[in-house]
């Protein structure tokens, strides 16, 4: 009977030195920003919510994603000398940014935000931006007071080898809004490989 | 008595009266005689030319003015954007000094005064600038400058070993521990295997 335990112990002790080790040593153990799946892309015709009316001018504040847990302060952006969008300080990662030379969010045009995936310590700002599901929400408070809510339409990764441009920053007839992070894959060499890119559309303010 | 009060009230009223006949000369009436002679200013204001009047955060503002004499220089003002001072300098075009600054990309939208002092004597000009947050209402003319390409939002400071992972090998070895010094002891004490 004792010699049963014995063996027992014996053997949950091999089991769990070679567990564990394969999983503190094994080469696939990292995780990665969730990445949106296809069925995230272009919506169904007719599918999309109707649009609401364009808003009057009010540089944004805040943003809001509550089914991907976001709500961090926004800060004015620019543009490098490369002529790409500027980003946030690294350092923050509680911050995102707006394109200020463009659209304000909310009114008619392509509003657009952008925020870091990570930064050195860890997941950042937009960490979850891939996970985010069309139809969820998008608010942005704006300096005049007011809350411009956006639906999503789509969640897209874009290589940066072949950005489509005029899709994620060209004019919108209607107020649009993209939120762009790293994403695409991630090599030690090159980085994140593109980016993730929500499209939105306003669909209420309060 | 009476007579000396009433000669030195009247001599005040009329240095008062002088003072005040005088003042524009030299204080806030300049702006508004520079206007008159001034060339037109797109803003519709004082006689410093702004150009672009209507701009986005970041944009370059070139102002210039014929109020400086033939050679003169000017130092400017667009504090009041946020953008500090700049010199006006004699341009190409005679008589006429021209100088540069760039809407800071903080500035918010608003109409702001930008004001120009002559270095030789103490004429002042004024001319107006507005700040748009998009140039959709400035015209066709201007062209809302667009991002390019990919941004860079990451360096991969969140891949890793995953915590829960981690913390199950931490625990599946520490397990592993346990048994193995247990069975040590059966043996240590002969009671084998």
Same mark, same amino acid.
């Given at each position: 009977m004792r010699r049963v335990g014995d063996t027992a112990i014996a053997a949950v002790t091999v089991v769990a030195l070679g567990s564990g080790t394969w999983l503190l +040593?094994?080469?696939? +153990?990292t995780h990665t920003p969730p990445q949106p799946a296809a069925a995230e892309g272009r919506p169904d015709p007719g599918e999309e919510r109707l649009g609401a009316g364009a808003l009057a001018p009010s540089p944004p504040t805040r943003i809001r994603i509550p089914s991907i847990r976001v709500n961090a302060p926004l800060t004015g952006l620019g543009l490098t000398p490369a002529g790409s969008l500027d980003v946030p300080p +690294?350092?923050?990662?509680?911050l995102a940014g707006w394109y200020e030379a463009g659209t304000t969010p909310g009114e008619t045009g392509t509003a657009i935000v952008a925020g870091h995936v990570d930064n050195a310590e860890g997941p950042a700002v937009?960490?979850?931006?891939?996970a985010l599901k069309r139809g969820a929400a998008i608010e942005i408070d704006r300096r005049n007071g007011g809350v411009a809510v956006f639906t999503v339409d789509a969640v897209e990764v874009y290589p940066a080898s072949a950005f489509p441009d005029d899709k994620v920053y060209g004019a919108a007839p209607r107020p649009e809004l993209r939120v762009i992070t790293c994403g695409g894959g991630y090599s030690k060499?090159?980085?994140?490989?593109g980016n993730v890119v929500v499209f939105a559309h306003l669909t209420g303010s309060r | 008595m009476r007579r000396t009060a009433r000669l030195l009230t009247g001599t005040a009223l009329a240095v008062a009266t002088a003072g005040l006949a005088t003042a524009p000369a030299h204080g806030g009436g300049v702006p508004a005689a520079a206007r008159l002679r001034g060339a037109p200013a797109a803003a519709g204001?004082?006689?410093?030319? #702004? /150009?672009?009047?209507t701009a986005v955060p970041g944009g370059r503002i070139t102002v210039n003015t014929t109020?400086?004499? %033939?050679?003169g220089t000017a130092i400017a003002d667009a504090g009041s954007v946020g953008a500090g001072t700049f010199m006006l300098a004699p341009g190409t075009n005679e008589g006429e000094a021209v100088g540069e600054f760039r809407v800071p990309t903080g500035a918010q939208p608003g109409t702001y005064e930008i004001v120009a002092k002559c270095a030789e004597g103490d004429r002042q000009v004024t001319g107006d600038l507005v700040v748009a947050? /998009?140039?959709?209402?400035? $015209? %066709? %003319?201007h062209e809302q400058v667009r991002p390019r390409g990919s941004v860079k939002?990451? #360096?991969?400071? %969140?891949? $890793?070993?995953d915590p829960v992972q981690t913390a199950a090998g931490v625990a599946a070895l520490a397990v592993a521990a346990a048994g193995g010094t247990w069975l040590l002891h059966r043996r240590a004490r002969g009671d084998g295997i």
């Open positions: +040593a094994a080469p696939d +153990a +690294a350092g923050n990662k509680n937009f960490y979850d931006l891939g060499a090159t980085g994140y490989q | 204001t004082g006689s410093l030319q #702004v /150009s672009p009047a109020e400086c004499g %033939a050679r947050l /998009s140039t959709a209402r400035m $015209g %066709a %003319a939002t990451g #360096v991969g400071g %969140a891949l $890793g070993t």
